[in-house]
Every structure is written in structure tokens, then in C-alpha cells.
């Protein structure tokens, strides 16, 4: 309820008065955080995977698998990587295993967990890794957001995955901030829900399957090409270059509260050779932590989608057995709240990105 009734309170008091009284609220948790638990054991959000635990090497194109479980997406894998603060590392910090139980997600969805704050070992970031090879990101307007000057069609705001996409959907989680911070501009399939800010950093998914982080001017030149775009504050990362307002006191990436509030937030990014997606979510987060995190991981360009304990989200979606056409949805992280058949039967009033499979070409 704390999100919704400070939304409630800015309509009242306005976003200043918000921000300041929400900004030290997280402060203060942060310093009891630290003060109670900052000798403590790092979090984990899953078990470490076991000494013996490895990855199917990737499979050829050609070759035949070397078991009779479905073959791991050609050519996708990721090396481990040391974690960057041995001191407040987890075991399997860094070491990439499957996402999901999921027999579809399998080859093509891994994960590994970062404890990317030395002052903080309840500082943790998942982060999923997503061959784009083998998946396509969508993009859906909520039914009430983000919100617009003029009206758009109820048609354009399902709220919902496309249910032509549900027999192959593997995942879905949260989109960007509410309009009334920051009014960033969003397309959906050629409709747009406010227009682009030239400072803003941008997800922008193309027709083609690709997709590009980066500031809005370096990717306006394309906009005839994409299929949608979701906007954000500006790029944490760009061109594999840390933004330099991350080491400064700053607002960049908070409208309600500040880049370096620790809070929960969650990231996207893209690997240098467009190749690999990466979302990453967790608590106890500045802005700069997160963008660290992702950078170790891999990811070139990142930017910051939304922040707050109840809005960043990430769901796995599994078919029951049976044969039955509902799907199971489990979250990536403990500690956030999620209905089965959210984004799928009910509407979401936000936007949201999923992620399918891509079909595999019929011979």
C-alpha cells in the first residue's frame, strides 16, 4: 500500500514534499540496515549451485545432443566471472545457471547473482541473461498507463500479453516509471504514449528482434524500424562507459527519490554484441550499484526501468502438465507479491516487456 498512497499524497502535497519525506525514510532504513546487518552473511535469493553443477556445453548447429533432454539454443553461454567485492561475495556469485525449470525456457534463459555494494551484504542483484538469438522482447501499455493528453484506443492498452503469444511466453516483468515521474515517452507498435525526451535513455525493440539501449538521439534516426520503444532516465551505462553523474549526488534516476537512495530497482541492458539481454532486479540498491552489477555481468548498455519495493517485478511462466493451457508463474526473487495469470488474464494497469520464444522454423 506505501506506493500507492504516496501516489495518492503527491496529488495532494505534489512530488517534492514526496520524494524528501520518502528519501529519508530509505535513509534511515539503510542506516539501521547497516548498522544490524552489515556483518552479516550476504543475502542469497537461491541456493549456491553445487560444486559439480555446470552448464551442457553449447550445442552445434548439426551435432547431436548429448542427452535426450531438448538441446540447448546454439551458441548461447556465458563464462562465469569473479564477483567484485570478494568480501561481501556469495557462493555462486557470478556463476550462470539455467533461469527456470522450464523445459521451453531451457537453452536459452540463465541467471547468476552479484553483491555489487562492498558496504552492503544485503546488497543483491539477480540477473537473467536472455539469448535474443533464440527470444523476442514485446512491449504492452497498461490499461492506464502511461498516461496520455489524448485519448488512446482501449484496444492499444490490452494490459495483457497478446494471447497469440502465450503458447510460447517464458517470462515477463516490469516496464518504466509512472508518467507523473519524469513523462517519458513510450510507442507501441507504431501508437505513442507521449512524445520522446531528447535526455532520455531508451529500450527500443526493432521489427527485426533486435534490441538497443541507448540514448534517445543516437536511436531516433531508426525509429521507422522499431516495432516499440520504452523510455527511462538516462542510461546508467552507455557504450560500455559508466554516466558521470553516478558518482555525484544526483536525481537522475528517481523522480521520487535520488540515484543514490538505496531501494529497490530494476535494470535493463544489452551486450556489446546485441546479442544477449539482461534484466536485473534486487534490493538495497543506489543506482550505481545496479549499473555495477550489470556491467560485471556483461551487459554494454544499461538503463534504469522502474524502483520501489512493490513496482520492479520478473516472472517465469511454466505450462501445467496435462496438457492444460494455463501457465504457472513463479518469481524470479522471493519478497515481491504476484497472482497467478497476472499479465496473462489479468490486466495490468502499467506497462510491462515478455519474453518468447521464438518459433522454430518448420522444415
Sequence with gaps: MGPALADGARAVVGPRAVAWLEDTLYGAQDRWNRWRHGDSAPVSYWAAPSATATLPPPVESGSAPASDAPPAAPGFSLASFSPPHDRVAAPGDGVWIPASESTDARGVMLKTMVH?????????????????????????????????????????????????????????????????????????????????????????????????????????????????????????????????????????????????????????????????????????LTAKSAADAMVVAGAYDVAQLDVNHSFPRFMFYDKKAGGSQDLIASGLIPGFTFKQGDYVKNPSFRDFFYVTRKATPTS
Design 116 to 284: 555489487p555494494d562492498p558496504k552492503r551484504p544485503f546488497a543483491a542483484v539477480a540477473i537473467v541473461a536472455m539469448d535474443l538469438q533464440a527470444v523476442r522482447l514485446r512491449a504492452v501499455a497498461g490499461t492506464a498507463e502511461p498516461r496520455t493528453k489524448n485519448p488512446i484506443a482501449k484496444e492499444h492498452r490490452p494490459g495483457v500479453v497478446d494471447p497469440a503469444d502465450v503458447e510460447n511466453l517464458l517470462a515477463a516483468f516490469n516496464g518504466g516509471f509512472l508518467t507523473i515521474h519524469g513523462h517519458y515517452g513510450m510507442m507501441v507498435d507504431g501508437v505513442r504514449f507521449g512524445d520522446p525526451r531528447p535526455t532520455s535513455c531508451t529500450v527500443a525493440l526493432y521489427k527485426d528482434g533486435a534490441v538497443r539501449v541507448r540514448s534517445w538521439p543516437e536511436l531516433e534516426p531508426s525509429e521507422a524500424q522499431m516495432q516499440s520503444f520504452r523510455q527511462t532516465p538516462q542510461c546508467l551505462v552507455e557504450q560500455g562507459k559508466m554516466n558521470p553523474a553516478l558518482h555525484s549526488d544526483n536525481t537522475h534516476w528517481g523522480a521520487a527519490v535520488g540515484g543514490g537512495t538505496v531501494i529497490r530497482r530494476s535494470v535493463i541492458g544489452v551486450s556489446a554484441d546485441g546479442r544477449t539481454l539482461f534484466f536485473g532486479m534486487g534490493d538495497a
